[in-house]
């Protein structure tokens, strides 16, 4: 009797407390400054262009597979007011796949890439929690404007180099010598997988005779099916071109220097997880979505009857092929 | 009977069955806010001021809602155990007086009444189970005819020893205006305490209230016997539940806190229902509370404070009451006389009771702070 | 047929005994399960002749996903083992590839890995202390568990980013060094835990029906438990105080003066108690690393692709459900492992589950397994 009383009694007292629950939608939670939701991509004012030089490095060390990145030549390095040679080229995010572990953020070398606080990102359709790369840079730019990141004094490598001289190191920044060793091995063999990936694909623009109303002029009469068709056969080409890469060295590999280099070099710190297979297959993996994208387009054009456009789309619909 | 009195009846009738309906939404939604305060929370507050439009629009949602009958069911009787379940608590009400005068239907024989249509509606509960071919459902309606049936006894028990106690004031013992005048100032609650606790106990099983939830204890049977309803059907279970709760609160008032009688109800009579509620409001916040912290009894202990404690308890709570009014009877004390010997008794035997539970309860407890001290 | 109610159907009866047995599914979807958990009960009344548990429903293919993935990504698999007490099971990776790596970890990392482990385990309990009262039938105290189990998890994301799956501790260290004001934020909150832990105590310790539902319920003995594997405060309810923090030390905790609160039935009663000094016993921990939290590095010089060499290590640590192994075979040169095994608490622990629910009524079975605090997104992986 005497326990249920205390029990009862415990209680009374609760209730002379204030409440502790907050009306949710109308009082918004304080969010700590670290707080993660899903990443977004930050904006580089001064030149301006995004951070982001699509290195893939978070594409890789994402656990989930839901960042998918392409690296494509900076128009404004040509032009001399950028220093990036390479800027991305598209950046998709499937929120839905992923679970704000803040991998990406960590392990990204241009400080492009941070944790929003986006946390009520639902939606009624799960295509839309697809985020490509304006949607991602406009979260971007919000996060600045909240004051939750602002843009970085040093680069990253150079304050992680601060930091290990310092005696503290950052995230994972020391390398001992045999790690840079097989680090570069590694490289050295997924730029290898990469050209020849490249030399596999570059035929099929050139070669493929089955279809010559595709080959450079594109009318807008291509057949979905068709060009599904043909970046399945890019796919495996490349698939297959990617295997014999790896097993011998492939010889002629001083195609094109600055093209890879570059992005290469600035990547080499990152933890790249350079197995062969598994450049191979997020290169396919890319391939085969540009593939699918580039049906889609034609397919939409072809709805819409559009001639004049098509042929600046029909450049990037080549799968898998950095323009040359 | 004229055409003018069936047309007033009716009126009446429409009226108290709404306005019942109505309070019993606001009884839901003062335990959703009670409850919210217990336990620190803010609970209901989007409809309405105060969330207090809530409940109304649960119930929209429910009635708007499909109503899916599962392919196997009886039909017949899967249909007819709703009303089963809500009739016999709104029947109640014909004899339940708000004042002297506001009463449908002033029945000399009220309470005998009351235990009768108390007993009902087991019989809903056990067709509700029986028909929605669900052996949760299934479970769930024998441990309400179960526990209906145990906890009846203790209930009928403590409100006959009332009726033996308005016997010395009044002579309509048995109608429930009869016995809000024979308490007068002095409400049973204080003549008769251990009555009123054992009424209480009874009630809480009877409306299946926290501990003695277990016909629909929703941890075990997920929802006893309304597993199989839907939309407005199951409403009609869940208001049917409230409902009970406020006549049972009701009834309790009338029966131990002495109804609409307060001060200066005399004089100003708009005054006593409003008393009649607030004191029935105290009973069923009371309720409300006890539900915050308490666990649930197993169905055997249950059973076991019923036969065990409850039922001897009233047993011997109906004994004093009647041989000390049969012995006023004999010697012709003074009313105070009667009720000071038996309102001592009564404690006394409250104490007691407490004091056996507790007693029984201390030696486990005993055993287990020694094995938790170090 | 489909006026018959046909209530014979729902009834095994026995031909030859003409024993009448009512078979009962209780979950995957039941308030009572704890997650999707799924138990098939033949009842005869309302007691409890077998039960059969099923498991399953959660499979996820932790173990697989893992020989996918490099040992940094792995860290995000742990965190969504046991979803009440990430950190522990992130504390018990990290350590096994440090330990096949041979990395030192820094003081202060050990540090941190503890406070907020002893931080999760708190959490966890009074998870536990909400459900079990949830599945005794009372309502409070699933709310104060929560209400105290929230405060720990702001300080959780203040630390991590985030509330529940924080990904935040490295092999080699931590994430990140702890956030300004953590050591007073923490003990501010060490002092809110314990006027939350007495209100916890005061609701249902000494309630009267609540040990009429739990004394004496589900207890087997010791033996069996330990033929069965169990761990954790199941088994320390029945007085073998075996915890991985003092038997097989690890981290900073020999540093630290704490004891391993034991019972001696093994009743559900028991179960509750040790878990309740066991949060009395977390909270003074963190007081005492808190007082001994010291500055430098929070992460240890570690390579930036990990390989750790050929050859296989088991760790093992104390979780709040028991005793959480993981077993890492690294092939070498690799930078995802062969193979990694998981001996999971709540998975060994559930294998005792018909043992104990034999026999009791239907809703000893509720109290029983909620009891045994299981994690379904460890048990089935």
Redesign the interface.
């Known amino acids: 009797?005497?326990?249920?009383f205390?029990?009862?009694?415990?209680?009374?007292?609760?209730?002379l407390?204030?409440?502790?629950?907050a009306?949710y939608p109308s009082i918004a939670p304080a969010?700590?400054?670290?707080?993660?939701a899903h990443p977004v991509l930050t904006w580089d004012k001064e030149v301006p262009e995004p951070y982001c030089t699509g290195c893939l490095v978070c594409m890789r060390?994402c656990?989930t597979d839901c960042i998918d990145v392409a690296m494509m030549d900076n128009p404004k390095y040509a032009e001399g007011d950028s220093t990036r040679r390479k800027i991305v080229e598209y950046f998709d995010l499937n929120v839905a796949d992923c679970?704000?572990?803040?991998?990406c953020v960590?392990y990204c070398n241009f400080d492009a890439i941070i944790?929003s606080d986006n946390f009520d990102a639902s939606q009624y359709a799960r295509p839309n929690l697809m985020y490509d790369l304006d949607q991602l840079l406009e979260a971007g730019k919000e996060q600045e404007a909240k004051g939750r990141w602002s843009p970085p004094e040093a680069k990253k490598s150079q304050r992680r180099a601060a930091a290990q001289s310092s005696?503290?190191?950052?995230?994972?920044?020391?390398?001992?010598g045999e790690?840079r060793v097989?680090?570069a091995r590694a490289k050295a063999a997924e730029l290898r997988a990469q050209r020849a990936a490249e030399r596999g694909e570059a035929p099929p623009a050139e070669v493929t005779t089955t279809a010559p109303e595709q080959a450079s002029s594109d009318t807008p009469a291509v057949d979905p099916r068709v060009a599904a068709a043909r970046a399945k056969a890019a796919e495996l080409r490349a698939q297959r071109a990617a295997e014999r890469g790896e097993a011998p060295p492939a010889a002629p590999t001083t195609a094109t220097p600055e093209q890879t280099e570059t992005p290469a070099s600035e990547q080499a710190?990152?933890?790249?997880?350079a197995?062969d297979p598994r450049v191979a297959e997020a290169r396919r993996k890319a391939a085969e979505l540009r593939a699918q994208r580039a049906a889609e387009r034609a397919a939409q054009e072809a709805a819409n009857g559009e001639s004049s456009d098509s042929e600046s789309e029909s450049d990037n619909s080549k799968p898998g092929t950095d323009a040359e | 009977m004229s055409l003018l009195d069936l047309i007033t009846i009716a009126i009446v009738v429409f009226v108290l069955f709404n306005g019942i309906l109505t309070a019993v939404l606001g009884v839901i939604w003062a335990e959703r806010k009670t409850l919210a305060r217990l336990q620190q929370r803010v609970g209901p507050s989007r409809t309405g001021p105060s969330g207090i439009l809530q409940t109304a629009a649960d119930a929209i949602k429910l009635m708007l809602k499909e109503d899916v009958r599962p392919g196997s069911v009886n039909i017949v009787i899967f249909y007819l155990a709703p009303l089963l379940i809500f009739t016999p608590i709104f029947m109640l009400w014909m004899v339940l007086p708000f004042g002297p005068d506001w009463v449908l239907s002033d029945l000399d024989i009220g309470l005998f009444y009351i235990i009768a249509i108390l007993g009902l509606s087991v019989v809903g509960h056990v067709l509700a189970g029986w028909a929605s071919n669900n052996k949760y459902a299934l479970l769930g309606s024998a441990r309400n005819a179960a526990q209906l049936i145990s906890y009846e006894l203790p209930l009928v028990f403590a409100v006959l020893a009332v009726g033996l106690l308005a016997q010395t004031a009044t002579d309509r013992p048995f109608s429930l205006a009869g016995i809000v005048e024979a308490q007068g100032s002095v409400p049973y609650l204080i003549i008769m305490p251990l009555g009123f606790i054992l009424f209480l106990v009874g009630a809480l099983a009877e409306t299946a209230r926290i501990p003695f939830d277990i016909p629909h204890a929703e941890e075990e049977i997920v929802g006893g016997a309304f597993v199989e309803y839907s939309g407005i059907r199951w409403g009609v279970f869940f208001l049917t539940e409230y409902a009970g709760l406020a006549t049972m609160a009701f009834l309790a008032t009338i029966l131990f806190l002495g109804g609409w009688t307060g001060p200066f109800s005399e004089q100003v009579p708009i005054l006593q229902p409003f008393y009649l509620l607030v004191k029935m409001a105290g009973i069923i916040l009371v309720v409300f509370w006890i539900r915050a912290p308490l666990p649930r009894l197993r169905i055997d202990q249950l059973m076991a404070f019923a036969w065990k404690i409850a039922i001897p308890a009233s047993l011997l709570n109906l004994l004093v009451v009647a041989t000390v009014v049969w012995v006023q009877h004999q010697n012709g004390w003074e009313l105070w006389v009667t009720s000071v010997t038996i309102s001592v008794v009564s404690i006394v035997l409250a104490a007691a009771t407490g004091i056996y539970i507790q007693r029984r309860r201390e030696q486990k407890l005993r055993q287990f702070r020694q094995r938790w001290a170090q | 047929m489909v006026t018959d109610t046909g209530l014979s159907a729902n009834i095994v009866r026995d031909p030859v005994t003409e024993q009448a047995e009512l078979s009962i599914n209780m979950g995957p979807q039941h308030p009572a399960t704890h997650g999707v958990f799924r138990m098939v009960l033949t009842l005869d009344g309302e007691r409890v002749v077998d039960v059969y548990p099923h498991i399953g429903y959660l499979h996820r293919g932790s173990e697989r996903l893992a020989e996918g993935e490099n040992f940094q990504q792995i860290t995000t698999l742990f965190d969504r083992l046991d979803y009440v007490a990430n950190f522990n099971n992130e504390w018990v990776y990290v350590r096994a590839v440090e330990k096949a790596m041979g990395v030192e970890v820094p003081a202060r990392a050990d540090y941190i890995r503890l406070i907020l482990s002893e931080l999760n385990r708190i959490a966890s309990h009074l998870l536990f202390y909400g459900t079990y009262g949830l599945d005794t039938g009372a309502m409070n105290p699933v709310m104060l568990g929560f209400r105290d189990r929230e405060r720990i998890q702001q300080i959780f994301e203040g630390v991590t980013g985030a509330r529940m799956m924080h990904n935040y501790f490295r092999i080699g260290g931590v994430k990140e060094d702890l956030p300004d004001g953590f050591v007073p934020a923490v003990r501010a909150l060490l002092d809110q835990l314990k006027v939350g832990y007495e209100e916890a105590r005061g609701t249902l310790t000494e309630s009267e029906i609540f040990i009429e539902r739990t004394a004496g319920i589900g207890a087997i003995p010791a033996e069996d438990l330990l033929d069965y594997g169990v761990t954790g405060p199941l088994l320390r309810a029945a007085g073998i105080d075996y915890d991985i923090r003092k038997a097989d030390p690890y981290s900073v905790y020999e540093e630290l003066d704490f004891r391993v609160p034991t019972g001696q039935t093994g009743d559900c009663y028991d179960r509750y108690m040790v878990r309740m000094l066991e949060i009395e016993q977390s909270i003074s921990i963190v007081a005492q690393a808190l007082d001994k939290l010291p500055d430098g590095p929070f992460l240890g010089r570690v390579p930036r692709i990990l390989r750790p060499p050929e050859g296989d290590v088991y760790v093992h640590g104390e979780n709040p459900r028991g005793d959480l192994g993981v077993y890492l075979v690294s092939s070498g040169g690799t930078v995802q492992p062969y193979r990694l095994k998981i001996r999971g608490p709540s998975f060994c622990n559930l294998m005792a589950l018909p043992a104990m629910i034999r026999g009791s009524y239907l809703a000893d079975a509720t109290v029983i397994l909620g009891s045994m605090d299981i994690v379904l997104g460890e048990v089935d992986r």
Do not use: N, Q, W, Y
Not at chain 1, 167 to 176: K, N, R, V, Y
């Open positions: 009797m005497l326990g249920t205390k029990s009862l009694l415990t209680t009374m007292k609760l209730a407390k204030p409440p502790v629950t009306e969010l700590a400054p670290r707080f993660m060390i656990p679970i704000m572990c803040g991998l960590e944790m005696g503290t190191p950052a995230a994972g920044a020391d390398a001992s790690d097989a680090a710190s990152a933890d790249a997880p197995v």
